[in-house]
């Protein structure tokens, strides 16, 4: 009998190779499930926009990644076609998945595309529009309904874990624009051709052991705005138009959009379904560079971190928000009144949870998840203190608060650092420790996953 011994172990380990499971090699699943609001539906992203959307001209998305390592660590990519995803919605999933299926929060990730043609997240943007109780109810369950389908695209994805091939390119698209344009009378939204940009496209592919394409994730550092508030259906932007395209050149492949810190960058030039489908194309052609083109394995061990810290905002009285009460804007009267509320209870609002997040793969890839609508400078600088990296910086990622502004943007003024702010409900601008604070966690977090920064 010794001797049937002999061929059957060798077969085992002969299998285990063919599995994929040499050290170093991940295993991948991928999961996707549509997150279309039933119609009709109120869409977030312009304050103007009050009538009901009535039509769907594209679907919305929910899709996910799941990356696992020889020793059983994992890594969970969410992405959704969705203006922001807010931490009530993002941190009910997560603590699901970690109920669930033995997942640590920092292995599970949320990114919304910003699309301003998706649905109304509540609790997301709490200021930009005004609803009664019955439409309040219904967009509430919405958001129940949502954070099932969440739940629902990570246990599709981890189910789904089989040997792959994951790779990470980079190509580029120029469509973004720094879109704080200075005037005589302070920054305005427009376009400004001498502000910074980060036109870096990552492309992240996972492939069966035979080589078939099963998911590309990409990735780009642009508002989905090209459709501006006149336009009133629901639609993914440039970034839903990019993985149609994709999914269409590739059948059976699953395409992931991810916003990087495109906080102060607009699509150039925008305002027309026209245009949202021509950028879509013009990253779907970057993607495609970057599947053609060198690319470098991504390998274990999967390394995650994750630390949430508060952002202090300028001091501010209650003084102030009496005087806002009077204000002619409308958006303005219900921040002063929110305000007032939260000082009547003694509890003024003076800071906001920040989430930070690394995943790290080997020194092939590292992805930096930032909460909020980040500017483009976090993921300049962040490529500047972490040169030996590889390295996506993703904003918009478990959390969609307000606006994060480096000191540079605080001191300019206009919309990302204190406008926009009353539609988030916040209290105003940052202090000016917000960038420290930031870039003092992502040291904190990039150490733990054993990340290494410029000397
Ligand atoms: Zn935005």
């Not at 999933?93 to 919304?112: C, E, Y």
Request: proline residues 7%; charged residues 20%.
């Amino acid at each position: 009998m010794a001797a049937l011994k002999i061929p059957h172990l060798a077969a085992i380990a002969f299998l285990a190779a063919g599995a994929g499971a040499s050290a170093d090699e991940l295993s991948a699943g991928v999961s996707r499930i549509k997150i279309t609001p039933p119609m009709p539906f109120q869409l977030s992203g312009y304050a103007s926009r009050t009538n009901l959307a009535t039509d769907v001209r594209t679907d919305l998305w929910a899709k996910a990644v799941a990356l696992r390592d020889p020793d059983g660590a994992r890594a969970v990519i969410v992405t959704t076609d969705l203006i922001g995803l807010p931490k009530e919605i993002s941190e009910d999933v997560a603590a699901r998945a970690i109920a669930k299926h033995g997942l640590s929060r920092s292995q599970v990730i949320f990114n919304s595309s910003h699309t301003h043609s998706g649905p109304m997240v509540r609790p997301n943007l709490p200021n930009l529009l005004q609803f009664t109780d019955g439409q309040a109810t219904r967009l509430d369950q919405y958001a129940r309904e949502l954070a099932g389908r969440l739940a629902s695209v990570i246990d599709g994805a981890l189910a789904d874990i089989t040997p792959a091939r994951v790779a990470i390119a980079h190509d580029t698209a120029d469509f973004a624009a720094n879109r704080r344009e200075p005037t005589p009378n302070g920054f305005k939204l427009g376009v400004n051709p001498s502000g910074p940009v980060d036109h870096d496209v990552p492309v992240l592919t996972i492939r069966a052991p035979d080589g078939r394409l099963r998911a590309v994730l990409f990735a780009y550092a642009c508002h989905n705005t090209t459709l501006t508030g006149t336009w009133n259906m629901i639609d993914g932007d440039y970034a839903g138009a990019a993985q149609r395209q994709i999914e269409s050149a590739h059948p059976g492949c699953t395409a992931l959009f991810m916003m990087l810190c495109g906080g102060d960058q607009n699509p150039n030039p925008r305002n027309t379904i026209e245009l949202a489908e021509q950028h879509g194309l013009t990253l779907a052609a970057s993607v495609e560079r970057g599947l053609a083109g060198p690319s470098r394995p991504v390998r274990a061990p999967i390394r995650s971190g994750h630390r949430l810290i508060r952002l202090e905002f300028a001091p501010h009285t209650r003084e102030q928000f009496v005087k806002e009460l009077e204000d002619k804007i409308v958006s303005r009267q219900r921040r002063a009144r929110l305000m007032l509320a939260a000082y009547d209870r003694g509890q003024p609002v003076r800071d906001v949870p920040y989430p930070v997040q690394a995943i790290r793969f080997a020194g092939d890839l590292c992805l930096l998840g930032l909460g909020g609508e980040v500017v483009v400078d976090y993921a300049l600088r962040s490529k500047r203190e972490f040169p030996a990296e590889n390295l996506i910086v993703a904003g918009y990622c478990n959390d969609v608060m307000c606006y994060i502004p480096t000191v540079r943007i605080l001191r300019e003024g206009g919309y990302e650092p204190c406008d926009s702010m009353v539609y988030y409900g916040q209290p105003g601008p940052f202090a000016e420790s917000v960038e420290e604070m930031i870039f003092d966690t992502i040291h904190q977090v990039m150490r733990e996953v054993g990340a290494a920064a410029a000397k």
